[in-house]
Structure formats: structure tokens, C-alpha cells
Nanobody
Framework: QVQLVESGGGSAQPGGSLRLSCVASGSTSAMAWFRQPPGKLREGVAQIATVSGATFYDATVEGRFTISRDKVDNAVTVHLEMNNLRPDDSAIYYC??????????????????????WGQGTQVTVS
């Protein structure tokens, strides 16, 4: 496991933008952003392979959100740039990391059980 510290989030108007960041304290295979709207299950938003930078997006955010990463030595910071925000993007957003296994990406890798490290969550409100 690694420690994940999130920052960013807050409030925006529809059509606006926000940026989330997540710093990982150690080595990771892949990282992802999930979100949990009020009263709903946690859902995957975007994934990134830590070394290659390859990405995968949920269809609801593709074209609006961009996941990226910065690597300095063994530290990784993952960003989620959120543009053209909609009210249904409102949720608590969580950063997550897979520290073992191959950095495969895809819909099946939004399975929460694959992630052994989680951030504390940050609120995003669009209204």
C-alpha cells in the first residue's frame, strides 16, 4: 500500500472547470479516480498507467475529463482536469492506486477490489 493525499475540488458552475491532484508516497502500477454521488455506489472515472501514461475513461466523462501524471523519482502525482462540468458530476472524488500487478487498463479495472490504496476523498459540487 501507499499513502495517497488528494487536493483540489470545491464548487463550480455548470460548464466550469476544476482540477484534482493526488500525491502517492510510493511506487504504483496504475492509479485511478473514482467518484461517489450522494446515495449512490462508488464508480470509476478514469485510469492511468503510472509508467507509460496510458489512460482509460468512463464514457460519461470522456472528452471532458483528462487524467495525467507527473513522476519525480519514486513520487507520482496524478491530476484530474475536469472541464465542461455538469451537475451530475457532483460527488466525492477518490484517488486510488494499484501497487501490484500489471498496469492493465479498461472497464474491468474499475473494480474497487483491485485497488489497495485509497485517498480520503474530496468534494466536488457543480450547481
Amino acid at each position: 500500500q501507499v499513502q495517497l493525499v488528494e487536493s483540489g475540488g470545491g464548487s463550480a458552475q455548470p460548464g466550469g472547470s476544476l482540477r484534482l491532484s493526488c500525491v502517492a508516497s510510493g511506487s504504483t502500477s496504475a492509479m485511478a479516480w473514482f467518484r461517489q454521488p450522494p446515495g449512490k455506489l462508488r464508480e470509476g472515472v478514469a485510469q492511468i498507467a503510472t509508467v507509460s501514461g496510458a489512460t482509460f475513461y468512463d464514457a460519461t466523462v470522456e472528452g471532458r475529463f483528462t487524467i495525467s501524471r507527473d513522476k519525480v523519482d519514486n513520487a507520482v502525482t496524478v491530476h484530474l482536469e475536469m472541464n465542461n462540468l455538469r451537475p451530475d458530476d457532483s460527488a466525492i472524488y477518490y484517488c486510488a492506486a494499484r501497487t501490484t500487478g500489471r498496469p492493465f487498463l479498461g472497464r474491468m479495472y474499475f473494480d474497487l477490489r483491485l485497488y489497495d490504496s485509497w485517498g480520503q476523498g474530496t468534494q466536488v459540487t457543480v450547481s
